[in-house]
C-alpha cells in the first residue's frame, strides 16, 4: 500500500497522482510476486514515487527558503526494528536508497548532510547536482508563494498548501512488515528543517508485533505526538488498522490542531488509511486486488 500525499489536491492534479500512486504499488508488488522481501519492495515503490515529479519527493520537492531541494527519508524492517534515514541531503535523487544502504550497512540509524552525502557516495550511491533536482515548476510556485507571503501574508501549513510526502507500507510471504517514507519537506522551509518523515516512530515505523506505518502531512505535529509509533501500539493492543488510522487522525487534530494522511498495515495482511485533508493519494494491491483512488473527507 502506498500514499502519495494529504492535502487539497485540485482536479487538475488528480490524474497525475493516481498515475503515480498506481506504478508505484506496482512496482512494490512486482517485488514481492518475485519472491523478495516487504522491504524490497517498500524502497521499489518509493523510488517510483521518487523519480515522479508530480511528488514533493526526489527531482520535482518543493524548495527551501534559499531556493534548493533538501530531501529525507526512512526505511525500517519490522522483522529485526532495523532502520535507516538521512535528512537534509541535497544532492542524492533517490533518498530512499541512501536510507536503506543505512539499515543494511551501518550500525547507525540516522545520517545527515554532508555526512549522509558521504556515506552514500562510499556505499555505491552516485551524487548528483542539486539543480538537477530542481524543476522550473517549483522555481515558480517558491517565487509566488514567497511574493504572496510577504504582501499578504500566508499561512505555511494550510491544508491547502501541498503536502505530496510519499510513502508505503507492505507485507511480504515470510510474514513481515516494512515502511518507508520520502519526501522533500514543506515549500519555503528553514535550510536544515526536518520535518517527521524521516524521523523513527514519527512519520514511519514498522514492528512486526504491532503495525507498518507510513504520514504524510504537516510534520511538527507529527512528530510532537510520533504519530507513527502511537498508531502501531494501537493495533498491538488490539485494534484493527482502520480503527488506528482513523483514531490517529482525529488524535492529530484534536490534540495538537495538525492535518495529513496515514497507511497502516499489520502481519495479518489488515489494512487502514485516513486522512483529516480534503483529498489523499492512495493506492492498494493484494492477491487479485488493485484499488486506488483520491479518498475525500
Not at 512496482?27 to 514533493?56: K, Q
Not at 558521504?118 to 522555481?139: M, S, T, W, Y
Not at 498491538?236 to 490542531?257: I, K
Given at each position: 500500500?502506498?500514499?502519495?500525499?494529504?492535502?487539497?489536491i485540485?482536479?487538475?492534479?488528480?490524474?497525475?497522482?493516481?498515475?503515480?500512486?498506481?506504478?508505484?504499488?506496482?512496482?512494490?508488488?512486482?517485488?514481492?510476486?518475485?519472491?523478495?522481501?516487504?522491504?524490497?519492495?517498500?524502497?521499489?515503490?518509493?523510488v517510483?514515487?521518487?523519480?515522479?515529479?508530480?511528488?514533493?519527493?526526489?527531482?520535482?520537492?518543493?524548495?527551501?527558503?534559499?531556493?534548493?531541494?533538501?530531501?529525507?527519508?526512512?526505511?525500517?524492517?519490522?522483522?529485526?526494528?532495523?532502520?535507516?534515514?538521512?535528512?537534509?541531503?541535497?544532492?542524492?535523487?533517490?533518498?530512499?536508497?541512501?536510507?536503506?544502504?543505512?539499515?543494511?550497512?551501518?550500525?547507525?540509524?540516522?545520517?545527515?548532510?554532508?555526512?549522509?552525502?558521504?556515506?552514500?557516495?562510499?556505499?555505491?550511491?552516485?551524487?548528483?547536482?542539486?539543480?538537477?533536482?530542481?524543476?522550473?515548476?517549483?522555481?515558480?510556485r517558491?517565487?509566488?508563494?514567497?511574493?504572496?507571503?510577504?504582501?499578504?501574508?500566508?499561512?505555511?501549513?494550510?491544508?491547502?498548501?501541498?503536502?505530496d510526502?510519499?510513502?508505503?507500507?507492505?507485507?511480504?510471504?515470510?510474514?513481515?512488515?516494512?515502511?518507508?517514507?520520502?519526501?522533500?519537506?514543506?515549500?519555503?522551509?528553514a535550510?536544515?528543517?526536518?520535518?517527521?518523515?524521516?524521523?523513527?516512530?514519527c512519520?514511519?515505523?514498522?514492528?512486526?508485533?504491532?503495525?507498518?506505518?507510513?504520514?504524510?502531512?504537516?510534520?511538527?505535529?507529527?512528530?510532537?505526538?510520533?504519530?507513527?509509533?502511537?498508531?502501531?501500539?494501537?493495533?498491538?493492543?488490539?485494534?484493527?488498522?482502520?480503527?488506528?488510522?482513523?483514531?490517529?487522525?482525529?488524535?492529530?487534530?484534536?490534540?495538537?490542531?495538525?492535518?495529513?494522511g496515514?497507511?497502516?498495515?499489520?502481519?495479518?495482511?489488515?489494512?487502514?488509511?485516513?486522512?483529516?485533508?480534503?483529498?489523499?493519494a492512495?493506492?492498494?494491491?493484494?492477491?487479485?486486488?488493485?484499488?486506488?483512488?483520491?479518498?475525500?473527507?
Amino acid at each position: 500500500m502506498v500514499h502519495g500525499g494529504a492535502w487539497a489536491i485540485p482536479d487538475d492534479l488528480v490524474e497525475a497522482h493516481l498515475i503515480g500512486v498506481r506504478n508505484a504499488v506496482d512496482a512494490g508488488w512486482r517485488i514481492l510476486e518475485s519472491g523478495c522481501s516487504s522491504l524490497d519492495a517498500v524502497e521499489a515503490a518509493v523510488v517510483v514515487m521518487e523519480n515522479d515529479e508530480a511528488f514533493d519527493a526526489g527531482r520535482g520537492s518543493f524548495l527551501n527558503r534559499e531556493g534548493k531541494v533538501q530531501l529525507d527519508a526512512l526505511i525500517m524492517d519490522g522483522a529485526t526494528l532495523r532502520a535507516g534515514g538521512v535528512g537534509c541531503v541535497e544532492h542524492i535523487a533517490n533518498p530512499i536508497r541512501a536510507a536503506r544502504k543505512v539499515l543494511s550497512e551501518s550500525p547507525h540509524v540516522y545520517f545527515v548532510a554532508e555526512g549522509a552525502e558521504r556515506f552514500a557516495k562510499e556505499h555505491g550511491i552516485p551524487l548528483c547536482k542539486n539543480e538537477d533536482l530542481i524543476i522550473p515548476r517549483e522555481v515558480e510556485r517558491l517565487r509566488a508563494y514567497q511574493d504572496l507571503a510577504t504582501s499578504e501574508g500566508q499561512e505555511p501549513f494550510a491544508p491547502e498548501i501541498s503536502h505530496d510526502t510519499v510513502g508505503g507500507v507492505a507485507l511480504d510471504r515470510s510474514g513481515n512488515i516494512a515502511a518507508a517514507t520520502s519526501t522533500g519537506g514543506t515549500l519555503n522551509k528553514a535550510p536544515g528543517r526536518l520535518g517527521d518523515s524521516s524521523l523513527i516512530g514519527c512519520g514511519c515505523y514498522a514492528d512486526n508485533e504491532s503495525a507498518a506505518v507510513s504520514l504524510t502531512g504537516w510534520g511538527e505535529p507529527i512528530m510532537k505526538l510520533v504519530l507513527a509509533k502511537w498508531s502501531a501500539d494501537r493495533v498491538a493492543s488490539g485494534n484493527l488498522p482502520q480503527w488506528a488510522a482513523a483514531e490517529a487522525m482525529n488524535y492529530l487534530r484534536d490534540r495538537v490542531s495538525g492535518h495529513g494522511g496515514i497507511i497502516v498495515l499489520d502481519s495479518q495482511g489488515r489494512f487502514g488509511l485516513a486522512h483529516n485533508t480534503p483529498r489523499m493519494a492512495w493506492a492498494l494491491r493484494t492477491t487479485g486486488q488493485l484499488d486506488s483512488g483520491i479518498s475525500r473527507t
